[in-house]
T-cell receptor, first 115, second 113 residues
Framework: AQKVTQAQTEISVVEKEDVTLDCVYE???????LFWYKQPPSGELVFLIR??????QNEISGRYSWNFQKSTSSFNFTITASQVVDSAVYFC????????????FGRGTQLTVWP | ETGVTQTPRHLVMGMTNKKSLKCEQH?????MYWYKQSAKKPLELMFV???????ENNSVPSRFSPECPNSSHLFLHLHTLQPEDSALYLC????????????FGSGTRLTVV
């Protein structure tokens, strides 16, 4: 079975602070994908990143960065210099690397960035 | 329109009503999904369609009945729902069923009274 744990239910920061959202996953598969999705107040989930289980290189995209560590089964997400527009619910998810995938989501972390 | 469009955005229905949720995508994707998002619960996958064929029914009660008449449209027919079915119902699509890169709609906020 696959499982994603996002222990932080809610996080509040002030604009320009850095914030890290934690994600721990469980899987018995050797091949899998890890994801982060953002859900703004408008409701739709927006894809942010997908990582293959064989690629542990960290990734940076603008103010966003992701730290993938297989040794601790973690895939953490850091927002640098947070902005009010970053306020949203962020979901970590895992998908088995097979022809019939299925996304398993964590419960999400509500991030509020105050001006 | 681009992306995934869901209608209606909000729906209030009685337990004896019959209603349908509609989802439409013009992204050329081959797979479509229904997810249920309840308060304080993880997103729950309900149904998966690939090339208009249902490939997964995740133990969803029969009061929820999906329909995929073509690769661009997905419906969720609702009848004799319970108050605990109140939730945000999200539709998503992807190029194929593998890979996990989904485009989501904004959802239908359903309230069962």
């Amino acid at each position: 079975a696959q499982k994603v744990t996002q222990a932080q239910t809610e996080i509040s920061v002030v604009e320009k602070e850095d914030v890290t959202l934690d994600c721990v996953y469980e899987t018995r598969d050797t091949t899998y994908y890890l994801f982060w999705y953002k859900q703004p107040p408008s409701g739709e989930l927006v894809f942010l990143i997908r990582r293959n289980s064989f690629d542990e290189q960290n990734e940076i995209s603008g103010r966003y960065s992701w730290n993938f560590q297989k040794s601790t089964s973690s895939f953490n997400f850091t927002i640098t210099a947070s902005q009010v527009v970053d306020s949203a619910v962020y979901f970590c998810a895992i998908d088995r690397g097979s022809t019939l995938g299925r996304l398993y989501f964590g419960r999400g972390t509500q991030l509020t960035v105050w001006p | 329109e681009t992306g995934v469009t869901q209608t209606p955005r909000h729906l209030v229905m009685g337990m004896t009503n019959k209603k349908s949720l509609k989802c439409e995508q013009h992204l050329g994707h081959n797979a479509m999904y229904w997810y249920k998002q309840s308060a304080k619960k993880p997103l729950e996958l309900m149904f998966v369609y690939s090339l208009e064929e249902r490939v997964e029914n995740n133990s969803v009660p029969s009061r929820f009945s999906p329909e995929c008449p073509n690769s661009s449209h997905l419906f969720l027919h609702l009848h004799t729902l319970q108050p605990e079915d109140s939730a945000l119902y999200l539709c998503a699509s992807s190029q194929d069923v593998s890979g996990g890169v989904y485009t989501f709609g904004s959802g239908t906020r359903l309230t069962v009274v």
